[in-house]
């Protein structure tokens, strides 16, 4: 009888492997390529980029550019907001605004919704958010508190209230489109990135409240979960396979709007989310779990050391 069973396991293992990956393969390429996924050009004149100086954020605001939309450009520090500006005038002749706010304060919304509450914004992305220097345990970060303070109004606040801000006149005109960056921590136990982690789930789990939510008036939200880019932040400096540059993964993931409410974005990445789910399904509980946290030890111990030598070079 345990041999029937085993059978039936590996085969129901391998039909829902095959039919993830079929969905990937659908939501990815098919689906664009048959004109099924969203037209930007419809859901308004304006988008809205926070984050817009670096990374998946940059890469954001440039490609919506390029195919056609005004890009407002959202970050803390002016001289890179001028010069991003700059490049996206120059390189597609649109038109671009700035504001720069900090979104590790509380004060800054005010200003925002006067910046761009009578804007038709037909695209928001939340891309801000912020992490650790390296994977620490909870309570043995360095200034933790001002740190997990600053985490959550950037990875959190900055999410609910820029929403906040472009929702209703989204809803009043039926049009427009919300794209929230979160990440594969979100989906997987994140032990020495705690408050990380969490603050990502918060963005997973309330992009799918409001895609529900806001469907019938013609808004679509969507929320990405992106594995490691080449980026500032994953301090990782060369394309591969598993990790493709912020503007490969924005060129893939733009593909899956209007396909896919919650989607990693990149066919690899997409495999990883499918590997994380079928662990969580037949593995014992907290081998996962003990997997991630001895990768995030041997992430930590290279911080340390590098914090070391940096100390003793100064």
Known sequence: ??????????????????WSLLKGVYGSFLAAALGLHLSLKKTGDWAVVTGATDGIGKAYAFELARRGLKIVLVSRNPFKLQNVAAEISTKYGVETKIVDVDFTKDDIYDRLQRELGEMDVGVLVNNVGMGFEHPEYFNELLDCQKTYNSIINCNIKSLTHMSLIVLPGMAER????????????????????????ATKAYVDSLSVSLAAEYRSRGITVQCVLPGFVVSNMSKVKRPSLMIPTPMAYVKSSLKTI????????????????????VMKTYLPGGILTHIVFNQLKTIRIKGLKKREREAKAQ
Do not use: D, F
């Open 174 to 197: 039926k049009r427009g489109l919300i794209i929230n960056v979160s990440s594969l921590s979100s989906i997987v136990p994140a032990p020495l990135l705690a408050v990380y982690g």
């Open 1 to 18: 009888m345990w041999e029937v069973v085993g059978k039936a396991a590996v085969v129901l293992l391998a039909a829902r492997v095959c």
């Open 258 to 277: 209007g396909v896919e409410a919650r989607t990693a974005g990149y066919y690899m990445h997409k495999l990883q989310i499918y590997m994380i789910e």
